[in-house]
């Protein structure tokens, strides 16, 4: 197998790291998704990851809280998974570093583009924590900014569904699933696969995003060496 995109940007939401269980982080899973990372590092891919905080905390969902604050707390809770996911990188023997947009140097190094950039050059996994690292902003739009900064080929979304559709085909039996779409697309029907200011400025800069499902692990390596699996947005 051959990488079709040579450096990629992998957006993983909090609830896919927490299994059956629904909140928290179940190692099990984690590892499972950690695998095929290890295996796109050794066909040689350059991966980053940005992971949700969902599974402990939404800031969007926090009623009356000050909304700097949920936000906050968010952050700190996409940390949390960040440092999970990079143990179980390590565990596969996988060299790994976990960078924060806010400073926290006791647990990973402060997010700096061109050291982010050499650690993918050297073969390092790259774990984002606390998305932009600004309030009101989403890990979708973290996602979107940092494969910007690095110069991804693509992001692939891992998502519980197999792509993009047209309602939520949990609840309509007769959804209809998009093979590819333009992110003009997603803005005009309000599709919700990502947030609308992390579409806006992938479409102004010209990033795909490949919607898939991380029913089965393995998709993301289907994914990067271009099988068809999920929706291209593009």
């Known amino acids: 197998m051959t990488p079709t995109y040579k450096r990629v940007l992998l957006k993983l939401s909090g609830e896919a790291l927490a ?10 899973t984690v590892m499972d998704i950690c695998r095929p990372v290890r295996t796109l590092a050794d066909l040689g891919a350059q991966v980053a990851i940005v992971v949700g905080g969902g599974n402990f905390w939404r800031g969007r969902s926090s009623g009356s ?16 998974n960040a440092l999970g996911v990079a143990d179980g990188l390590e565990q596969l023997g996988l060299d790994v570093r976990v960078q924060t947009a806010i400073a926290m140097q006791e647990v990973a190094e402060p997010y700096i583009r061109n050291r982010a950039v050499r650690h993918l050059e050297k073969g390092r996994v790259l774990v984002f924590g606390c998305g932009t690292g600004n309030p009101f902003f989403s890990t979708d739009t973290g996602a979107a900014l940092r494969a910007a900064e690095i110069e991804a080929d693509v992001i692939l979304k891992a998502t519980m569904v197999d792509g993009v559709y047209d309602s ?5 039996p007769d959804a209809r699933r998009f093979d590819e779409l333009t992110f003009m697309d997603v803005i005009k029907n309000n599709l919700a696969v990502m947030d609308m200011t992390a579409a806006t400025f992938c ?19 289907k994914a990067v060496c271009g099988e068809k699996v999920g929706t291209l947005v593009k």
């Open 65 to 80: 809280m000050d909304r700097t604050r949920a936000d906050h707390m968010g952050m700190l809770a996409t940390v949390i």
């Open 168 to 172: 939520d085909p949990k609840k309509n």
């Open 19 to 28: 299994g059956t269980a629904g909140h928290g982080i179940d190692f099990d």
């Open 203 to 221: 479409k102004d800069r010209g990033i795909p995003w490949l919607v898939f499902s991380m029913e089965d692990p393995e998709n993301i390596v």
